[in-house]
C-alpha cells in the first residue's frame, strides 16, 4: 500500500498503518446521517467495501460515489460503506441531491479512525482528509483487496473492485 498520494502531481504523506492483503481489517467507528454511530471492519460475516473519499463536495468524488451506487445496485450480500470527512448533514443533503441509496454514506469527522487504516491524509492542503481508496473485507475479517488511488484528482479502477467482489460472492 502506498504511504502517500499525489495531489496534482504533489506527493503527500498518509497517516497510519500499512494495511497489508491477509490482515486482519482493524475497527473503525463512524458516523451516520442519523448521528448514530457505525462499526466498520474486523468479522462481520459478510463481505464489506469500504470507500474512502476527500470531500463529496468535489466533482470526482461526487462521480465515485454515484457510479459505485450504479454499479452496487444489484450486488447483494456486500455491505457498501463510502467514507469522507463530510459532516453527516451534508453527507445527507448530497445523498438525497443524487439519489443515493444502494451504498451507505457515513462521516470519519468524529474520531478520524480511518487513520487505522493507512489512508488519513497527514499534510498538505488536503491534510485531515481521506486519500481515495478501496478495501474488501472478507466475511471472517481479513483484507482480500486494498486500492489506493495514486492520484487524488482520478477515479479508482472500477472493474477491478467489481471483479474481485464478484470472486468473493
Known sequence: MAKSINLKGTPFFLVGPEIQV?????QAVLVTQDLQEKVIGGAKGKIQLLITVPSL???VCERETQKFNELLAKL???EVTVISMDLPFAQKRFCESYNIK??????????????KFGVLIGEGPLKG????????INKEGKVEYIQI???ITEEPNYSEVIEMLKKLL
Not at 22 to 26: D, I, V, W, Y
Not at 102 to 115: A, C, I, L, Q, T
Not at 129 to 136: E, M, T
Request: proline share 8%; net charge negative.
Open 22 to 26: 491477509g490482515a486482519e481489517a482493524p
Open 57 to 59: 463536495d468535489t466533482p
Open 76 to 78: 447483494e450480500n456486500v
Open 102 to 115: 444502494n451504498v451507505s454514506v457515513v462521516s470519519d469527522f468524529r474520531y478520524k479512525d480511518m487513520e
Open 129 to 136: 482528509l481521506l486519500a481515495r481508496s478501496i478495501f474488501i
Open 149 to 151: 488511488v495514486p492520484e
